[in-house]
């Protein structure tokens, strides 16, 4: 009888250590039975070497605020060089591809058919696809059609009793006095007018978030970054205003067409000429990042081309009350133009001052603000992940005794 109990007692804890050491092989091999995404990093080889560059930290305070305001007040702007110093001066000067209309008085033999029922210039702020749409005959270059005198890809045009004369770098002045002294030796005192139809031959590309890209006629109504701007239908909710590209002459500008709308900078609105090329680029380059202890680490553009530290925290729903070290408020800056070498700026936001400077620090575009963790926060979330491991371990020897 007692045989049977002490085997019976045997089985039992056999069956008991052999259920222990089959939990225990399964939890040892869980990174290959467990379920979900891992990476087996047995193929991999990694020789490199952590980092040891370090980076210098400049606490923010009241003189780094009244250090940068300083910089930002004399940094120069580089402006494209325009030909004229003031908008008064434009004269519009003839191109190939611009259709004339030329008005001999008291010989309609001479005038451009129906040269007096064509518009007389009024509509000057059209643009290239608006004057493709008006009615014109396919006429050759320097022929004369139904709707106009076109100048021909070499600048010229032909007048009957003139010839062949050069038009394109004129002025419609100078090509009226042109004709008339040409004409004066057959008709006394001729009475001419010249006047463009369709700007053709000179334009300006606009590109990027505006709600009608596309081309835009020079006419002989000066234009400005804010006409081509309003004339392409004004920008999309998503236009960065406050970085316009202008390219001209192979050269990149860029423009900030938002002190012009805003705060009357008209240093900002350029005169454009032909072969410009306007770009309204969309705001994922001017936006900024948080990071770590926040309620909602997230992206956010800038507004109108500003953000303090203080909108950045309160748009991330501040600060996390029981994990951020408040000391530890970093900005990263400048690791896309110089990622061996960033700037690093440090807030203390348990100073009185320090909180009234958060709302002065300007952030830049691509800026990372950074809350570091509390030193306590770090320790419980080691505990964290090894007291599931200490429990598992307990209740093994639990079972196997």
């Known amino acids: 009888m007692l045989m049977k109990k002490l085997t019976a007692n045997s089985f039992a804890s056999f069956r008991t250590k052999l259920a222990a050491s089959l939990l225990l092989t399964s939890f040892l091999s869980a990174c290959a039975t467990a379920p979900g995404n891992y990476l087996d990093t047995s193929r991999l080889k990694d020789n490199d070497k952590a980092p040891t560059e370090t980076y210098p930290v400049h606490l923010i305070d009241a003189s780094l605020i009244m250090a940068q305001a300083k910089a930002a007040a004399s940094k120069t702007q580089v402006l494209p060089p325009s030909a004229l110093p003031d908008a008064s001066q434009y004269v519009y000067h003839l191109a190939p591809q611009d259709i004339l209309g030329i008005t001999v008085w008291d010989h309609p033999e001479l005038t451009t058919p129906q040269g007096s029922t064509l518009s007389s210039g009024g509509n000057t702020t059209q643009s290239v696809a608006g004057a493709l749409q008006q009615p014109y005959t396919a006429a050759l270059p320097g022929q004369a059609d139904p709707y106009g005198q076109t100048i021909a890809a070499d600048g010229t045009i032909f007048f009957p009793f003139v010839g062949r004369i050069k038009a394109a770098g004129k002025t419609t002045t100078e090509l009226r006095d042109q004709l008339a002294s040409g004409l004066v030796r057959y008709i006394r005192n001729p009475q001419v007018d010249v006047r463009v139809?369709?700007?053709?031959?000179?334009?300006?590309?606009?590109?990027?978030?505006?709600?009608?890209?596309?081309?835009?006629?020079?006419?002989?109504?000066?234009?400005?970054?804010?006409?081509?701007?309003?004339?392409?239908?004004?920008?999309?909710?998503?236009?960065?205003?406050?970085?316009?590209?202008?390219?001209?002459?192979?050269?990149?500008?860029?423009?900030?067409?938002?002190?012009?709308?805003?705060?009357?900078?008209?240093?900002?609105?350029?005169?454009?000429?032909?072969?410009?090329?306007?770009?309204?680029?969309?705001?994922?380059?001017?936006?900024?990042?948080?990071?770590?202890?926040?309620?909602?680490?997230?992206?956010?553009?800038?507004?109108?081309?500003?953000?303090?530290?203080?909108?950045?925290?309160?748009?991330?729903?501040?600060?996390?009350?029981?994990?951020?070290?408040?000391?530890?408020?970093?900005?990263?800056?400048?690791?896309?133009?110089?990622?061996?070498?960033?700037?690093?700026?440090?807030?203390?936001?348990?100073?009185?001052?320090?909180i009234m400077l958060s709302s002065q620090f300007q952030l830049q575009p691509m800026d990372v603000v950074y809350i570091g963790t509390a030193a306590s926060t770090t320790f419980n979330r080691v505990l964290q992940q090894i007291l599931p491991t200490v429990e598992t371990a307990f209740y093994l020897k639990q079972l196997t005794r």
């Open 197 to 354: 139809l369709s700007y053709r031959g000179q334009k300006v590309q606009v590109t990027g978030d505006v709600k009608q890209p596309g081309p835009l006629a020079v006419s002989d109504v000066p234009l400005t970054l804010v006409d081509a701007l309003t004339r392409s239908g004004g920008t999309t909710d998503n236009a960065d205003i406050q970085r316009v590209r202008l390219t001209r002459n192979k050269q990149l500008y860029v423009l900030d067409a938002n002190r012009m709308l805003d705060r009357g900078d008209t240093s900002q609105d350029v005169m454009l000429q032909n072969g410009d090329v306007i770009n309204v680029p969309d705001r994922s380059d001017s936006r900024i990042f948080v990071m770590g202890e926040v309620k909602t680490p997230m992206q956010m553009p800038l507004i109108k081309g500003e953000l303090t530290i203080a909108d950045a925290l309160t748009q991330a729903g501040g600060i996390l009350n029981t994990d951020a070290n408040p000391r530890q408020i970093f900005v990263m800056r400048g690791m896309r133009e110089n990622p061996t070498t960033p700037e690093v700026f440090r807030l203390d936001m348990t100073q009185p001052d320090s």
